[in-house]
């Protein structure tokens, strides 16, 4: 039986192949899937004369067509809920893992060469986690085109999920053994034959053993070295220099030559020295992969801590449901020792809840009725019942991720500066190479090539492109694990260089956990009630305030509604009772609802009054208090001494203000600030040229958080998502924040030596080298040992324990 042919292309179709498509009303035979879609597509058109005005087959659908309609797969929405998220209009910003990558300079070639598209806004590539932050205008052009553009460069882009991450890993860490393997085998062996060839070996014995020195250096060439060949080509293609090209051009000279002499039996071979560096370059590749999948996991996809399912509760009983199905006003229940699946608000229940996630703290919180608890935190020792107030991507644990991703994503201007120079310096350590080929070729032609060569081994600038990036992210993720964010790349590098240092009081150097202390009723005798009728009215107002005070009101919030409510900043509360309109705030803020001629006076200045007001007069004054946040005397006096000029802005107008810079030890203080006064202050002090951080609570403090050189917020699980800071704190005790300055410090420290240690080895083996002083193999262990000390220099700042880096407090 003779096969047919296919209808498209003309080749056979396999008996057991079923893809007709029906052309002018006749079932045609198809080959496969790839001539089936093809033909169908020229059908739908209605391009069937196609068919019949045609000389020969079609060719075969090829790899590229199907590798685009891979890609394709990327537009749909669906896939790009895992990876791809919204900006403003048609802007869309997509987190991508890159395959391939092998040094800085990759980052950079990614960067040039996709930003030549007019629908790409911004592009961040971080070598370090191979990831890549791509913000698009989604109109233009869609995002598979994009990744088709990468992988055509040799990037090959999939979606930045936590399964990815991993999979990556895995297939990077076992690609990279078996290619070290094989040029460890190779250079044992090489060497081994090379000791006979060196020894007294002649005539047809090393002629032999030349021979078998190239066929056990041919694997390690053709397939451990294949990255080193694989990114210079596609650099050269787009026409830049990354460290690479130097790399490969070494060993494909060495190779080349010493293959020239086995063949013609003339002049030296150094396939023993070619082993030999590629197995040393691949050391010290493999540990600086190792490190960098490392800090990926010290940083985690946090979204991976949430449990799959929760226990909802459905008219009292409980129902397992997944959590994806969860919404706001859900109640559920946790038991000891399970992870909160949501964020959430305790409804009952007492019980103990580990934060060290959050805050790097071991040491159990203590939660109760109206606490909140954060998703993927520990619950302790009793059941908890939860009111769900935020999940999936609304979370602080979501929130937390993408300050993280975001982060990743902004290079430091100091490693961009590196990633620059290390790109002119490869392009000078060819010229150098030449002339010193073409100096050895005037005094000792035998030896011109292995001099250059060596010359070329020795200055490969990889030490240098890893200076700062490994000191940067080991020292990020040192403070991650202490409980503080880095949300900005240029964090560490301003911290060193900082002046003054400007704290919020309520919520920063106070826990902002406010109670009430007393009640001083000055209501008239028309207006006369008990104090608890003006606490449930203080209540209903407060009940839907985001405001630290409003906690102290919290045992009232329901037993009265508040309708038409409204929140002034630095000033109070408003909203109707009951049809009686009312205020409590602040005393000139109260008072301006009956048009009092002056503010009310409050009764003493050592405590923080609140005043309630209806449209008649002033009713009740509230004291409340406020706790110190723990740390904050040892924070002041760290701070104090190490220089820097310390003060105290607060929106809180009573003394109180006064009374904690004077125990803290802060001479310069303002009280009643509002966020305009705050902003005109540090505008002020950056005029003088002063270097200023920010400390605030990310609630009322945002323009001056968005204006400071550094700002750091305390976490809020309301604001987190929000905040416009460049860093977060995330941990109870402030002793830690002042570590943060002498670990940014020895950030700037640790990368000075990085830069003197990589520099300086090329000053001076570069003489050495040209000299003739260095072989290739001497130069091969002494590029890849530079490149391992600034990796292990950098390391020290991911191992440096928590009391190298803050005080203790306490006993």
């Not at 088709?148 to 930045?160: S, T, V």
């Not at 090379?194 to 694997?219: I, Q």
């Not at 090329?762 to 040992?785: D, E, K, R």
Request: glycine residues 8%; negative net charge; hydrophobic residues 45%.
């Amino acid at each position: 039986m003779s096969e047919r042919p296919c209808y498209h292309c003309g080749l056979p179709v396999p008996e057991t192949a079923d893809f007709a498509v029906t052309v002018n009303g006749e079932r045609q035979p198809m080959c496969c899937p790839g001539c089936q879609a093809v033909a169908t597509a020229i059908v739908d058109g209605g391009l069937e004369r196609f068919y019949q005005y045609r000389l020969e087959a079609s060719e075969r659908p090829d790899e590229t067509a199907a590798t685009a309609a891979e890609w394709e797969l990327y537009d749909s929405d669906a896939l790009q809920a895992d990876f791809v998220s919204a900006g403003e209009g048609s802007e869309r910003r997509a987190q991508l893992l890159l395959e391939g990558m092998t040094c800085a300079a990759c980052s950079w070639l990614i960067e040039t060469h996709l930003k030549r598209s007019p629908s790409v806004r911004q592009l961040s590539v971080d070598v370090t986690t191979h990831r890549c932050t791509l913000t698009w205008d989604a109109d233009q052009q869609p995002l598979s085109e994009l990744m088709a553009e990468l992988a055509r460069i040799g990037y090959r882009p999939r979606p930045a999920t936590d399964e990815a991450h991993r999979a990556l890993a895995q297939q990077e860490n076992r690609q990279a053994l078996l290619r070290l393997g094989v040029a460890g085998f190779g250079m044992m062996q090489a060497g081994m034959v090379a000791v006979g060839m060196y020894t007294g070996a002649v005539d047809e014995w090393k002629l032999f053993l030349r021979w078998l020195s190239f066929l056990v250096a041919t694997p390690v060439v053709w397939f451990s070295a294949a990255p080193f060949f694989q990114a210079a080509w596609r650099s050269l293609k787009a026409r830049q220099l990354i460290m690479d090209v130097p790399v490969a051009l070494a060993i494909g000279l060495a190779y080349g030559a010493s293959a020239w002499a086995t063949i013609t039996g003339r002049g030296d071979v150094y396939f023993e020295s070619i082993a030999m560096f590629t197995f040393f370059l691949l050391v010290g590749r493999y540990l600086e992969m190792r490190t960098r999948h490392r800090n990926r996991l010290a940083y985690g996809n946090l979204a991976q801590l949430m449990p799959l399912s929760a226990r909802r509760l459905e008219q009292g009983k409980e129902v397992s449901v997944p959590v994806k199905t969860l919404t706001l006003g859900d109640r559920v229940r946790v038991k000891s020792g399970e992870t909160f699946p949501c964020d959430g608000r305790v409804i009952q229940g007492q019980s103990d809840v580990v934060e060290a996630l959050l805050t790097g703290e071991s040491r159990p919180i203590p939660k109760g009725p109206g606490d909140r608890v954060v998703g993927g935190t520990l619950n302790g020792e009793s059941d908890l019942e939860l009111e769900v107030t935020a999940v999936g991507g609304d979370t602080q644990l979501s929130a937390i991720e993408r300050l993280v991703v975001q982060a990743e994503a902004e290079k430091p201007r100091q490693v961009a500066l590196a990633d620059t120079v290390a790109r002119y310096f490869v392009g000078a350590v060819l010229v150098v190479f030449a002339l010193v080929w073409g100096a050895w070729m005037l005094i000792q032609p035998e030896r011109a090539f292995w001099v250059a060569l060596s010359v070329l081994v020795v200055t490969c600038p990889c030490a240098l492109a890893l200076a700062m990036p490994t000191a940067l992210t080991a020292a990020t993720a040192n403070l991650r694990r202490r409980g503080f964010l880095i949300a900005r790349g240029h964090v560490l590098e301003t911290l060193a260089k900082v002046d003054r240092v400007i704290l919020d009081k309520t919520g920063t150097l106070t826990l902002g956990q406010f109670s009430l202390q007393s009640v001083k009723n000055v209501s008239q005798a028309k207006d006369h009630h008990a104090d608890e009728h003006w606490l449930a009215i203080a209540g209903a107002l407060e009940a839907p305030a985001r405001h630290p005070l409003a906690v102290a009101f919290r045992p009232w919030f329901n037993h009265f509604r508040a309708e038409e409510t409204r929140q002034y900043t630095a000033a109070g509360v408003e909203g109707t009772v009951d049809g009686e309109r009312y205020r409590l705030g602040s005393a000139a803020f109260a008072g301006a609802l009956y048009q009092a001629t002056e503010a009310p006076t409050p009764p003493d200045d050592e405590a923080l009054w609140l005043l309630l007001s209806n449209t008649r007069g002033p009713l009740v004054w509230f004291s409340l208090e406020d706790e110190l946040r723990p740390g904050a005397q040892a924070l002041i006096s760290t701070l104090r001494a190490r220089g820097l000029a310390l003060e105290l802005l607060s929106g809180d107008s009573s003394g109180a203000v006064a009374r904690l810079a004077e125990t803290l030890g802060i001479d310069t203080y303002t009280a009643g600030a509002r966020p305009e006064d705050k902003l005109q202050r540090l505008q002020e002090v950056q005029a003088r040229g002063e270097k200023v951080v920010m400390v605030g609570d990310g609630i009322n403090d945002v323009p001056v958080l968005s204006s400071a050189d550094v700002s750091v917020a305390m976490a809020c699980a309301s604001d987190l998502a929000q905040t416009r800071a460049d860093a977060v704190f995330l941990n109870s005790d402030l002793a830690v924040l002042a570590g943060i300055f002498e670990l940014a410090k020895r950030t700037r420290q640790v990368i000075r030596q990085n830069l003197l240690l990589s520099l300086g080895y090329n000053v001076v083996a570069l003489p050495l080298a040209a000299a003739g002083l260095v072989p290739p193999w001497l130069a091969a262990i002494g590029m890849t040992s530079s490149s391992l000390v600034v990796v292990f220099n950098a390391l020290r700042l991911h191992r440096a324990p928590a009391t190298e880096i803050a005080p203790r407090t306490g006993g």
